[in-house]
């Protein structure tokens, strides 16, 4: 067999099981990430995606928990909004 396996357990005792996702891979890191692959003439639509995704959880929990910090909430929402009006099919 000529392929790569990889497997994957996730533990509920495990650190990403533990740690907020928000604060293991950050809105600026993602936003770092699209920006290399654009540069790079890569196709970003799944990665887009994703971030949308990334960013409903973001001001769901910042809704849930009333977070303090207001602007990163308005950031949070404002992108969202422009993905919705710049980036086809992605819908928040």
Request: aromatic residues 8%; contains cysteine.
């Amino acid at each position: 067999m000529n392929a790569g396996l990889y497997m994957y357990r996730q533990r509920p005792d495990s650190l990403s099981a533990r740690q907020n996702s928000t604060k293991i891979f950050t809105l600026a890191a993602v936003e770092k990430w699209i920006a290399a692959l654009a540069l790079l003439g890569l196709d970003v639509a799944p990665e887009i995606e994703a971030y949308r995704l990334r960013l409903l959880s973001h001001r769901s929990k910042m809704e849930l928990h009333d977070a303090q910090d207001v602007v990163t909430y308005k950031t949070v929402c404002h992108t969202l909004k422009m993905l919705d009006k710049y980036c086809p099919g992605a819908k928040s």
